[in-house]
């Protein structure tokens, strides 16, 4: 009798040390590289899965290697696994990361491979030039790491993190062309004084589901992608700099700031009742549920609104304009890297990523997954970019501006290193769309705000 | 008459002296017992050992970590820890002219809720247990849809609550069919500052309120009955009865249902997440969800040190809430 219990306890002990050491392994291996034929790819977009894996198809074909594709969403969600992940060595191969942001984060924390040595002229001449060095660690980018509290510690200058996959800007409009036709507009407004009057046209006809809906539960889409666009187009580059400083003679709380202010509050009879408590995605489908007639976003609202359902051919796009009088009367919107491509330090196969990476860069995949993902690419799309990614997409591509008075979106240099664009939307919010107080009151809060950021720094 | 004692013999006797009573009596120990005794033994641990590996990563660890935290700055992703001492603290409380601010704006909105929302849960839910006490029929079907807000409360009720809560919602248009639209919010009452906060308010007293009444009906039930025949006997009428003999027998489990509410006020902060995010504004932001923000919202800034600290402060006035609340008690006991 004897024997059995003993035979039992080292059974069990021989089994519970399988488990233990296949447990031990499966986390010391991660999942990067599992096997040279297979790559593991993470994404935040959702709206990038189906035409990443039509690309991925195409890619087993020419080399053998399988892509899978995973979306992990929203991006907080996305942000919280890789930081798990990193710790327990279980990092996929590949990141889409938002350009010249996380990338610079997760490189300065040493989880991804440098690219610098790697992407080389031939590569990059497939870009626009304008994007074309986006991802790489540029002087200010490596000066601003060095302040304390930066979240790109660790980077070096020269280095290169990421590819750019997709482009696009914030501050572009989009409006329901039939609902604009039925008022009798068939242009996009060319100055903000007629994007009112159209609003409020729309308005008067409509008044249940005429108005503009924006996602202010994120508080900052109402600073960065109506407000910065209309004061930089009307005030010119560096009076608008200064709103963002600490001298009152020329911030948000000065003459200039208030008389910004101003105009930019002539929206508030406009906007979507419930505007203030609508999450981006939920004023997107406001708009493309018929709610809303006019819907802020940027380049990428595009691919979301087709997925819910959308005529994207009933979309009217137009870049915020400036107001009449502006400093800037023809101001266009810089294209910027809004996504791009990261090889990991987890990585098993750095050639075969690599690979990925390169393929996806060639102008003739960019422009399928454009078509397929409704999202600009950063390659050079020649003369006809409609030709290339189709009517929407295309008149959105050339909409872009390279020119040096264009607004470029992505250039936060102005900005204090603590400076939190959510707190000051908040405090935008406040004047519009909650109207509590006026231009002025919102200008000495805006500034007091800004001015903490500047103290914080250099404390 | 005499009586023959027989003197009681000792349960055990030990060589040093000392008593062995209650001891029990151990045989002899062979080099066979000894072994099944130690096997036994260690086959006891292994069965708790899973137990107590998980406490040790779960509990002890992530304190342990979270607290260490507390006095770092760190964004998730740096390599290492950038010790700040008590920087996160001081920060938080009074010298940081961005994070201050915040904290200290949170920490008023934390207030009325903690105050808020225990008072409201205690006045509804006591009367409501009241009149379920005194209902002879259908008693149970009207517990069960009383508690039903308690079974059903989570993310996907919240999300009801704000469709009911939106500029076309429910409530609205309930308001302008009844001839009350003036009291109708047409930003939604949500959207609204002035009326943000005390609604998320209303919605956690409404998740609060089932358990607080079945915890007062259990202490109703269980009520001698004879206490209430002599209060009216003594002439004392129904409203004096629940209130001079009713009331101040519940006052324990009203302390304990206070203590529930005020530690979910305190550290809750799923509600106004999922609701209003902290906005409109910033008109509903708590420190729990401030704690949130700094740890998972902040775009990578390296801010899980200041995190950490918040919680930890919270943590310290959880315990002097409950600390009070223990005193209260002893002095109603």
């Known amino acids: 009798m004897t024997g059995h219990p003993r035979r039992l306890a080292r059974r069990s002990v021989a089994l519970a040390s399988a488990v233990t050491m296949t447990a031990v392994l499966a986390a010391c291996g991660g999942t990067g590289g599992g096997s040279p034929d297979e790559l593991e790819m993470w994404t935040f977009k959702q709206s990038h899965v189906p035409a990443l894996e039509q690309a991925a198809e195409q890619f087993e074909q020419e080399t053998g290697i399988t892509v899978k594709i995973q979306a992990i969403t929203p991006d907080d969600a996305f942000l919280t696994k890789v930081a798990a992940a990193a710790r327990t060595n279980d990092l996929p191969d590949i990141l889409e990361v938002h350009s010249n942001g996380d990338d610079h984060t997760f490189g300065g924390a040493g989880l991804l491979e440098d690219l610098s040595g790697v992407v080389d002229e031939e590569w990059t001449d497939q870009y626009l030039p304008a994007v074309a060095d ?11 790491s060095l302040t304390p509290g930066s979240k790109w510690l660790g980077v070096e200058e020269g280095q290169r993190f990421s590819v750019p996959l997709t482009i696009g800007t914030f501050g572009i409009v989009y409006a329901n062309r039939e609902r604009l036709a039925e008022v009798g507009y068939t242009e996009p407004p060319a100055t903000w004084d007629e994007f009112i009057e159209m609003l409020d046209a729309v308005g008067q006809a409509r008044p249940d589901d005429g108005g503009i809906a924006n996602g202010f539960r994120a508080p900052s889409t109402g600073l960065e992608w109506l407000l910065q666009p209309m004061a930089y187009g009307m005030l010119g580059d560096q009076p608008y700099r200064d709103l963002f400083s600490d001298d009152p003679a020329a911030n948000w709380g000065s003459e200039n700031g208030v008389a910004a202010l101003t105009e930019y509050g002539r ?6 009742p419930g505007t203030q408590s609508l999450s981006i995605d939920e004023a997107d489908l406001s708009f493309a549920h018929g709610e809303s007639t006019f819907d802020v976003g940027g380049t990428f609202t595009l691919a979301f609104l087709e997925a819910n359902g959308f005529d994207p051919d009933n979309a009217m796009t137009f870049a915020v304009p400036p107001p009449e009088g502006a400093a800037i009367p023809d101001m266009g919107l810089a294209p910027f890297a809004l996504t791009g491509l990261s090889v990991t330090k987890d990585t098993h ?4 990523a690599l690979d990925w990476v390169r393929f996806l860069s060639q102008t003739d995949v960019a422009q399928d997954f454009a078509r397929n993902a409704l999202d600009l690419p950063p390659n050079d799309l020649g003369p006809n970019p409609e030709d290339a990614v189709g009517p929407v997409l295309g008149a959105m591509a ?11 979106a992505a250039d936060t240099s102005y900005r204090p290193n603590a400076y939190d664009s959510a707190r000051v939307g908040e405090v935008l919010a406040d004047f519009t769309p909650l109207d509590r107080g006026d231009p002025a009151d919102a200008g000495r809060n805006l500034a007091n705000l800004i001015e903490s950021y500047w103290s914080e720094q250099n404390r | 008459m005499s009586v023959n ?9 030990r060589p040093d002296g000392t008593s062995g009573k209650n001891r029990k009596v151990k045989p002899p120990s062979s080099p066979a017992a000894r072994r099944s005794r130690r096997k036994e033994a260690l086959w006891g641990f292994a069965f708790i050992a899973p137990a107590v590996i998980l406490f040790a990563v779960m509990g002890l660890y992530t304190v342990g970590y979270g607290f260490l935290l507390s006095f770092a700055q760190w964004n998730g992703f740096w390599p290492d820890w950038n010790w700040v001492g008590f920087d996160n603290y001081a920060d938080l409380l009074w010298r940081s002219p961005v994070y201050s601010p915040i904290v200290h704006d949170a920490a008023w909105n934390t207030l009325w809720v903690m105050i808020a929302v225990p008072v409201l849960t205690v006045a509804i839910a006591f009367p409501l247990a009241v009149v379920l006490n005194s209902v002879k029929r259908l008693s149970g079907v009207l517990r069960s849809i009383y508690f039903l807000p308690y079974v059903t409360t989570g993310i996907a009720v919240y999300f009801a609550w704000q469709y009911i809560l939106e500029p076309n919602g429910a409530l609205n248009l309930l308001l302008k069919s009844v001839g009350l639209g003036s009291l109708s919010q047409p930003q939604g009452f949500l959207g609204n500052p002035d009326t943000a906060l005390p609604t998320l308010i209303i919605v956690m007293v409404w998740s609060a309120v089932p358990v607080a009444m079945l915890l007062f009906l259990t202490g109703l039930q269980t009520m001698d009955s004879s206490l209430l025949e002599a209060a009216q006997l003594d002439g004392a009428g129904w409203w004096r009865t629940q209130f001079s003999v009713v009331w101040p027998l519940l006052r324990p489990i009203t302390a304990v249902i206070v203590l529930l509410n005020l530690r979910d006020s305190l550290q809750g902060f799923q509600i106004f997440l999922i609701m209003t995010n902290g906005g409109p504004g910033n008109a509903t932001n708590v420190l729990g969800l401030e704690t949130y923000r700094l740890a998972f ?33 002893r002095r109603l006991g």
Do not use: C
Request: glycine share 6%; hydrophobic share 45%.
């Open chain 1, 134 to 144: 986006e991802g790489m660690v540029t002087q200010e980018y490596y000066e601003n």
């Open chain 1, 267 to 272: 929206i508030q009879p406009y906007w979507t």
């Open chain 1, 349 to 352: 196969n750095k050639e075969g």
């Open chain 1, 398 to 408: 050339a909409s872009l501006s390279s020119d040096e008075n264009a607004y470029h």
């Open chain 2, 5 to 13: 004692v027989t003197p009681t013999p000792r349960l055990t006797s």
């Open chain 2, 297 to 329: 919202l902040n775009e990578l800034a390296p801010t899980l040190g200041l995190a950490s600290a918040l919680g930890w402060i919270l943590f310290v006035v959880a315990l002097i809430v409950a600390f009070v609340n223990q005193r209260a008690m």
